[in-house]
């Protein structure tokens, strides 16, 4: 993968994070936004860097859990799409949008990353 793109990916990776923690944030009150500001992101960093295909090039090639190339595209596809959900569910309905088509982009740019996946 490009290292452009590598690098793009890791902004959305941590926008992803940032999107979901303050969704938590938002939905609980006292001390339970701060379980849920933290956890949230956790749980979603947790999935993404646990879950891999064995030699991804884009991952490093470590696979803690093995998982199919599809297993892999929907957990990424779950943590943006979550994070899309979650600004909209804030109120951010064009910072959703404007997330959900830089997800979109950064995936047309990594058409042989996909295809390598959907082949694993």
């Known amino acids: 993968m490009n290292p ?16 979901i923690g303050y969704w938590g944030w938002r939905q609980g009150t006292d001390r339970t936004r701060y379980v849920l500001m933290l956890a949230l992101p956790a749980i979603a960093a947790v999935a993404w860097g646990v879950f891999n295909v064995p030699d991804d090039p884009s991952r490093g090639g470590g696979a803690p859990v093995r998982v199919p190339g599809l ?5 990424e596809l ?3 799409g979550s994070a899309a959900f979650a600004l909209y569910g804030v109120g951010q309905k064009t910072l ?13 740019f990594s058409l042989e990353r996909l295809s390598w996946l959907v082949r694993q």
């Open 4 to 19: 452009l793109n590598s690098a793009f990916r890791f902004v959305l990776e941590i926008l992803a994070l940032c999107a």
């Open 71 to 75: 297993v892999r595209f929907g957990i």
């Open 78 to 80: 779950a943590v943006f």
């Open 96 to 108: 959703a949008i404007v997330f959900s088509s830089t997800v979109l982009l950064h995936y047309c």
